[in-house]
């Protein structure tokens, strides 16, 4: 197999980077601060050059999965994050609403599926589910499968018990974001510790569920937090099966909603270093589309995100509508990527590899120790 070199020199600092042609490209679980911050700081199409790479080496470059997003629980949600209109710590004029009906989750699940997508993620503002709300989201999750769509969920924080609980009723993925760096995250929210995130991920992992875990730019963080989530979220025991980076969308009436704009060249650069860090990860295009241009989502596009949602509204905040989404692939030509169902044989092969994965990997991860 032929190999590529890559050699960058920034502020003193020689990076090789080593890309292998045709296969997939190593997914390391050691990543310094220095080394991203070294991705950085390359030349922009230098560092998108090598995401694309990255990218080929691992997907189909014109395929592009497609989620939809639906509330099942809008508001009134217990937790401060700085950037939320769903806090009830804010007043953002958002309409609450209870927990929907099973059936109304599943009428809306149909429809994404009609549209294109093949996964359906349902959110709750929630700091975690309660006892007596668990038997309705299992019953959602359950009636989206026999949809034939993959599953995600998003409801806060998850105990062992819950995760298992979710696990078992066949749901395929777990939402839940670092949102920033470690450093970071106590100016944006203080309701819950950044090692409660890595303990809802880990009940997730342990559970055998998929993870899609990422974090929001633009929210007045430092270059050096953006390295530090992307550092975080690559450093895991097993990355995240799916990496969302949002655009902050700044909503009236959250307390981030005079922050400074971010410059859109940072944004796609913080695209490209996640693609390259998570060779394997379905990237993201997440919150705050409506407010890029066609020229910059092609942009995150070419710089390895492969993954958006679809439909007009990401969970209270505008999303471009479907019809604008498709014409946008059409113009780029890019294809949603088909779900592929697997046999039995091909499920039991992944899940001894997991197994085996598991085996050779960290039980317990210091989430501090990434940082240096
Ligand atoms: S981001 Fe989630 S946990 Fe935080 S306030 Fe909004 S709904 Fe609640």
């Known amino acids: 197999m032929k190999n590529n070199l890559y050699f960058a020199s920034i502020a003193g600092l020689s990076l090789e980077i080593e890309m292998r042609n045709g296969s997939n490209s190593e997914v390391r679980h050691d990543w310094s601060m220095k080394e991203v911050r070294a991705l950085f700081d390359l030349p922009f199409n230098d560092l998108l050059f090598q995401a694309q790479t990255v990218h080929r080496a691992n997907f189909d470059p014109n395929e ?5 997003l639906l509330s099942i629980k809008t508001g009134a949600c217990p937790e401060d994050c700085k950037y939320c209109p769903q806090s009830g710590h804010y007043n953002t004029g958002l309409a609450k609403e209870k927990l929907m009906q099973v059936e109304k989750v599943l009428e809306k699940a149909k429809q994404a599926k009609e549209k294109g997508s093949s996964r359906f993620c349902m959110g709750a503002a929630w700091k975690h589910p309660s006892e ?3 038997p309705y989201v299992v019953e959602m999750v359950k009636g989206v499968r026999e949809l034939g ?26 939402n839940h974001n670092l949102d920033t760096s470690p450093d970071f995250y106590d100016k944006i929210i203080t309701t819950r510790s950044y090692q409660d995130r890595l303990d809802t991920l880990q009940h997730v992992r342990d559970s055998g569920m998929k993870i899609c875990s990422g974090g929001i730019i633009g929210m007045g963080e430092k270059a050096t937090d953006r390295i530090g ?19 902050l969308v700044k909503v009236k009436g959250t307390p981030l909603e005079n922050v400074e704009n971010i410059d859109p060249f940072d944004f796609i650069r913080c695209i490209a270093v996640a693609r390259i860090l998570m060779p394997e990860s379905h990237v993201r295009l997440s919150a705050g589309r409506e407010e890029m241009s066609d020229e910059m989502q092609a942009m995150a596009f070419m710089a ?12 209270t905040t505008p999303n471009p509508e479907a019809h604008e989404d498709m014409q946008l692939f059409k113009r780029l030509g ?3 990527e088909q779900r592929i169902e697997k046999t039995d044989d091909e499920q039991e092969a992944s899940l001894n590899q997991a197994i085996q994965k598991e085996q050779n990997s960290h039980r317990f991860y210091d989430a501090s120790s990434a940082q240096h």
Request: aromatic share 6%; hydrophobic share 40%; charged share 15%.
């Open 304 to 315: 390895g995100a492969n993954s958006i949602f679809y439909g007009e509204c990401l969970l």
């Open 229 to 247: 989530l992307l550092v975080q979220l690559a450093n895991l025991p097993q990355q995240p099966e799916s990496v969302p980076i949002n655009m």
């Open 334 to 336: 890019l294809r949603p």
């Open 149 to 174: 769509l993959e599953t995600c969920m998003t409801l806060g924080m998850l105990s062992d018990d819950q995760a298992s609980q979710l696990a078992d009723a066949g749901l395929d993925y777990y």
């Open 64 to 68: 592009v999965q497609v989620s939809t």
């Open 132 to 134: 007596k709300d668990m």
